[in-house]
């Protein structure tokens, strides 16, 4: 069967089960680390016909969050848990409803975490696996998660934001959420509270986290099933191993979260956020005083008027005044 013939088979059988209201299920799983070039094989996917769900599902270039405005919160609430219990069997209702939707990929956290557990519970989907030179994904992975650090863990407060991206690292469940993925692969030292120079040992365990990832999805993964891959290759490795027309357009590439991605290196960075924690403390000084300050007026005005002494009229403040 050619490409042609493979991708009109595959629009048939999802045609036949939305007519018959049963999803297609996951027939790719992106089963790359973060910032491997994830975002662009979510949209090349799109472009070929899958249901694409990136990460929790906000990506801007191809949101679900219209369709499904619960979504986020649905998956990101199960990836917390999976991540703070060790335990696959928590995304399971997550991945009910996103089979109701008809999902038919799914890239990026929390899903390339769980690689192996999926193609187990779906043995006929494709997993690719998105790499890149180790360096260059680390100074990106860094670049990214870092902003993980921003906030002190549980129990300190969380400022009242959950969009849009990346104001959501400053919820705390979703950077506490960023936290749990980053130790997960062994490189919790990027979103270690407060924000640090990583050691070499730190850099080291992240490199190691990486090697250990894609050598996992190698040993679990039958070859057939299995595609190691840049996207600076483009189409035609993509599309062979799907099965599909390679087509004319141009090989997408996107970052939708460079706008996290200041230029900054760990240096100017950590003293960056020393200063802004310094700030921050002396803004919370300042409306400590004026809280004060208003309270102690407040309870001498009630002290004063319980002892009669209060008066409202010019003329009478003016009269307790000569007393």
């Known amino acids: ?108 956290v929390p899903w390339s975490e769980y690689g192996v557990e999926l193609h187990a519970r779906y043995p006929r989907a494709k997993v690719i696996v998105t790499v890149r030179e180790k360096q260059g994904w680390f100074r990106s992975y860094w670049q990214h998660f870092r902003w993980g650090a921003f906030l002190p863990p549980p129990p300190f407060p969380s400022f009242p934001i959950t969009q849009p991206f990346p104001l959501t690292v400053l919820h705390q469940p979703y950077a506490q959420y960023w936290r749990l993925l980053t130790q997960r692969l062994g490189c919790g030292a990027v979103t270690k509270f407060p924000p640090w120079l990583l050691t070499e040992s730190e850099k080291e365990a992240c490199f190691e986290g990486f090697d250990r990832h894609a050598e996992a999805l190698r040993k679990a993964v039958p070859a057939e099933s299995l595609l190691i891959y840049n996207v600076r290759e483009g189409w035609q490795p993509l599309c062979d191993f799907l099965g599909v027309a390679v087509p004319k357009t141009p090989f997408p590439r996107f970052d939708a979260y460079s706008v996290l991605h200041w230029k900054a290196g760990p240096v100017q960075f950590v003293a960056t956020m020393r200063l802004a924690y310094g700030a921050m403390a002396l803004l919370c000084v300042a409306f400590a005083r004026c809280a004060f300050r208003t309270i102690w007026r407040s309870l001498r005005s009630a002290r004063m008027l319980a002892a009669g002494r209060l008066y409202s009229l010019p003329e009478q403040r003016v009269a307790f005044k000569a007393r």
């Open 1 to 108: 069967m050619g490409p042609h013939h493979a991708a009109v088979a595959a629009a048939s059988l999802s045609w036949l089960c939305a007519a018959a209201g049963v999803g297609p299920g996951i027939q790719v799983i992106g089963a790359g680390v973060s910032r491997t070039g994830t975002q662009t094989l979510s949209i090349a996917l799109t472009q070929l016909g899958f249901k694409t769900l990136h990460a929790e599902g906000f990506h801007p270039k191809i949101s679900m969050l219209e369709e499904a405005p619960e979504i986020v919160d649905i998956v990101s609430e199960a990836a917390a848990t999976s991540f703070l219990n060790k335990d696959f069997q928590a995304l399971v209702p997550a991945l009910d409803r996103i089979e109701r939707l008809n999902v038919t990929a799914l890239v990026d």
